[in-house]
């Protein structure tokens, strides 16, 4: 419930703490933000990146609730081991899927569901008893405290890895899931979906590397027979539904086998900052 984790969030305009007054949030700057009636806040400032579509969130949920991730949050859970207190932070967490999954195995962990979309965050909200929602911009300071997450999530999603080690608490550790460059393959050939650069491995670990070590890395991989309608909601859920068109969701056979390759890695901050 949003009101229980409004002491982990701070303003997104000056960096100040944050306390329910009535439908809304505020600082003592003056700063308010209403509490949508679905139960998410709006803590986006500037102009709007771009974002899922209620679309593709629908997508999403049909798909994901389907089970076919299942694993995915599985090997995250597992990932997720030995933790200090705190709240659980999913950075790019459209439906709130994955930080259900890990609320449900973490008995009276809180879990803060951060994403751009309006449309997410309103799944999002409702995921699980102990989560919140909060819109706002991954690529800007995140609208949470310094050091109060024992974990951030980041499952398909944009990185900002300044901010996830500013978020985490000592003890904490960043879990990320990456797509390999056999991600979807079969989709990629037959419909022209967006392929993953082979090098992604190595970007991460660059990208990461001035702010965390690596303490842990599995390949996980699946192989899933699909109806058309599952290939529909596969390829509507992500980055791809920008410019495929479904017509040709027609002319695969029925069932569509994809293969579904990613990496799940867990990364400690490091407590000296790049200068």
């Known amino acids: ?65 389907q089970g076919h991730y299942a694993w995915i949050a599985e090997a995250l859970i597992r990932q997720a081991q030995h933790l200090p207190a705190g709240p659980v932070v999913d ?32 799944r999002a909200a409702r995921c699980h008893p102990r989560a919140a929602a909060v819109v706002c911009d991954a690529w800007r300071p995140l609208p949470v405290k310094t050091g109060v997450a024992a974990a951030v999530l980041n499952v398909f999603a944009p990185r900002n890895p300044a901010e996830f080690h500013r978020v985490l608490r000592p003890g904490g550790a960043l879990l990320v899931v990456t797509p390999t460059s056999d991600h979807l393959a079969e989709l990629v050939a037959a419909a022209g979906l967006l392929s993953v650069d082979a090098d992604k491995d190595a970007r991460l670990a660059n990208a990461l590397d001035p702010w965390f070590d690596p303490a842990g890395r599995v390949r996980q991989e699946r192989r899933l027979r699909l109806s058309r309608a599952q290939v529909a909601a596969l390829i509507g859920m992500g980055p791809s539904a920008w410019h495929t068109s479904l017509d040709v969701i027609d002319t695969l056979p029925e069932p569509f086998e994809v293969t579904v390759s990613c990496v799940i890695s867990r990364w400690v901050p490091r407590q000296r900052l790049p200068e």
């Open 91 to 122: 950075v790019g967490a459209g439906t709130g899927y994955y930080l259900a999954a890990l609320l449900e195995q973490a008995a009276g962990v809180p879990g803060l569901a951060l994403d751009s979309s309006k449309a997410a965050a309103r």
């Open 1 to 65: 419930m949003l009101t229980d984790l409004v002491p982990w969030l701070r303003c997104p305009v000056c960096t100040g703490d944050l306390e329910t007054l009535g439908a809304s949030l505020g600082c003592v700057a003056g700063h308010r933000f209403d509490i949508a009636r679905q139960g998410y806040v709006n803590l986006l400032t500037g102009r709007a990146p771009s974002a899922d579509t209620p679309a593709m969130v629908e997508a999403r949920d049909t798909f994901l609730r």
